[in-house]
Structures are given as structure tokens and as C-alpha cells.
């Protein structure tokens, strides 16, 4: 497993961008497929974004598709979520996840998670 850690979370206003990065320790990153999910309390933990190990194959959400835009540098263990045009319903916890298997839009199949990194959109 790797262990992760979220930033880039913060309060802006509907239309407005924020930039995600999740740090991955160990020398394995580039063998891991990596993936954004967010949570609201009380609900299920939901895809937002998936990338394979080279970069090449991503995966949206039908809901974030054409705003959100997931990319990964190998040489920085990093994965980045770039958010425009953000909307007060994008608002959630999110999370950073790795998994072995072959990108999935199923939280349930990726290994380690980061803490989470609250995203809040005002109206």
C-alpha cells in the first residue's frame, strides 16, 4: 500500500477553481491507478475521476465531465484534480485513492485512501 495525503481544498464561489494534489509515498506510485472520490455526510462515497498508471486512459464522472480534469506526474507521486467551474453541489469531502486493479468507478477496489480534503462552494 501507499499512504496519501490531500491538498488543495478550500471555500470558493460558484464559477470558481481550485487545483487538488494528492502525494504518494513509496516508489511504487507508478504502478498504481489512481482515482478522486467525494463524500457528502449520510451518503455513499462517489467516483468523480480515474487515471491509469501512464496517464493515458481517464475516466469521469458523467456529473464533473468537461469541468473536471484528473492528471498524475510519476516523477512528483502525484495526482492532481483541476475543478472549474465549480457548482454548490460539487461541495464534499474528496478523496484520493490507489488501487492495483484496472481503474473502476467502485470504491470499494482501490487499496489506500488519503484523509480527505473538504471542498465547500457558495452560491
Do not use: H
Not at 54 to 83: C, E, H, P, W
Request: aromatic residues 12%; charged residues 15%; proline residues 2%.
Amino acid at each position: 500500500q501507499v499512504q496519501l495525503v490531500e491538498s488543495g481544498g478550500g471555500l470558493v464561489q460558484a464559477g470558481g477553481s481550485l487545483r487538488l494534489a494528492c502525494v504518494a509515498s513509496g516508489r511504487t506510485f507508478s504502478s498504481y491507478c489512481m482515482a478522486w472520490f467525494r463524500q457528502a455526510p449520510g451518503k455513499e462515497r462517489e467516483f468523480v475521476a480515474g487515471v491509469n498508471w501512464s496517464g493515458g486512459n481517464t475516466l469521469y464522472a458523467d456529473s464533473v465531465k468537461g469541468r473536471f480534469t484528473i492528471s498524475r506526474d510519476n516523477a512528483k507521486n502525484t495526482v492532481y484534480l483541476q475543478m472549474n467551474s465549480l457548482k454548490p453541489e460539487d461541495t464534499d469531502v474528496y478523496y484520493c485513492a490507489a488501487g492495483t486493479r484496472a481503474m473502476t468507478t467502485l470504491w470499494t477496489l482501490y487499496d489506500s485512501w488519503g484523509q480527505g480534503t473538504q471542498v465547500t462552494v457558495s452560491s
